[in-house]
């Protein structure tokens, strides 16, 4: 039987701990603000949204929201940006993605400074994380290298494929476990045999963006798999990129769907939130 890696418990634990640091902070007067940013009212933004505001309440960040009709122009959502950039009781700004067509998602994010971008998405922080520098860490891939540190699987020296090169997930996820000291392969759509690829890992990270693509032909027998994928199907059930039925008999440690990956994103944005304290002190 696979260890089942629970995210939800690995992130109420670290929410836990924030909230206790959090206090702290407000013992000695120093209060952390994120201001939330939703452009439109598609469901699946406003459910992520609505998470993100929980967590803040839960762990004793403010947050502010602030909620923008879909046909907003870009400029009036730069300046709004370029206002709580400038404020100096706002820590931290999280611009809620996908943004409408007409809306360039690229010039949003760089409008963020980056010492305020929770998100971890700007190109400062992209490129502090590839040389090694202060920077706040996209969360998915950050609540991923928790989740394996807590569940005490070891990184340094694994031979770990990345199944995806997004800029929000595949990309800094790879950075990271070779930040650990993991053996790092990158496989996307272009990869040619992508089965022997997945097979030679320890640690496997499905983030392709497709319903159970990975099944057990595509895993070695006692491999880590974690999924990232989150879908919903017609029955209205979740489902990840990975076919968990079929692969969990044959790995040693899985994540589920839900339950798994998707609770860490929002603790470690709170992680991030917490973490701004230190960043714009330096
Ligand atoms: P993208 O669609 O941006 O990227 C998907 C990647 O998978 C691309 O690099 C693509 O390759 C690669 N790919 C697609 N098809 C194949 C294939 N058949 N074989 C090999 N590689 C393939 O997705 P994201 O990275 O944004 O997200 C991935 C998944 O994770 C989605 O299901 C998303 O919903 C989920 N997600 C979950 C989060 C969470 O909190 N749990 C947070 C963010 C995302 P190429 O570059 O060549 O096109």
Same mark, same amino acid.
Request: charged fraction near 25%; include cysteine.
């Given at each position: ?12 634990? %670290? ?27 598609? @469901? ?17 960040? $403010? ?5 923008? &009709? ?64 202060? /920077?706040?860490?996209?969360?998915? &891939?950050?609540? %991923?290298?928790? #989740? ?19 800029? %929000?997930? /595949?990309? @800094? ?42 099944? $057990?032909?595509?895993?070695?027998? /006692? ?16 489902? /990840? ?16 769907? &839900?339950?798994?990956?998707?609770? #860490?994103?929002?603790?470690?944005? #709170? ?12």
């Amino acid at each position: 039987m696979a260890q089942i890696i629970d995210g939800k418990a690995i992130s109420a634990q %670290i929410k836990e701990e924030l909230k206790e640091k959090v206090k702290g902070l407000k013992a000695a007067g120093k209060e952390i603000t994120l201001a939330v940013i939703q452009v439109g009212e598609d @469901p699946a933004s406003t459910v992520y949204v609505n998470n993100k505001k929980k967590a803040c309440e839960y762990v004793g960040i $403010r947050s502010l929201a602030y909620n923008l &009709p879909e046909s907003v122009r870009e400029a009036e959502l730069l300046q709004l940006i370029e206002e709580l950039n400038a404020r100096e009781d706002v820590n931290g700004i999280l611009v809620q993605l996908p943004l409408p067509v007409g809306i360039e998602e690229d010039k949003v994010i760089r409008s963020i400074a980056p010492e305020k971008d929770v998100d971890g998405f700007h190109p400062g922080n992209v490129g502090a994380l590839c040389i090694g520098e202060p /920077g706040f860490l996209p969360c998915t &891939p950050a609540g %991923i290298i928790q #989740m394996l540190k807590r569940s005490g699987i070891s990184i340094e020296g694994k031979e770990c494929v990345v199944v995806g090169r997004s800029n %929000i997930v /595949g990309k @800094p996820m790879s950075l990271l476990l070779l930040r650990e000291n993991g053996t790092v392969t990158v496989a996307h759509s272009r990869t040619k045999d992508l089965k022997a690829v997945t097979r030679r890992a320890d640690i496997l990270v499905a983030a392709v963006g497709k319903p159970k693509m990975i099944t $057990r032909e595509y895993v070695k027998e /006692g491999a880590v798999v974690i999924d990232v994928g989150i879908h919903r199907m017609e029955n209205n059930k979740l489902c /990840g990129d990975v076919d968990y039925a079929d692969v969990e008999p044959v790995c040693s440690a899985i994540t589920p769907v &839900p339950g798994g990956v998707g609770p #860490m994103t929002v603790a470690m944005l #709170m992680y991030n939130c917490v973490e701004s304290l230190n960043l714009q002190a330096r």
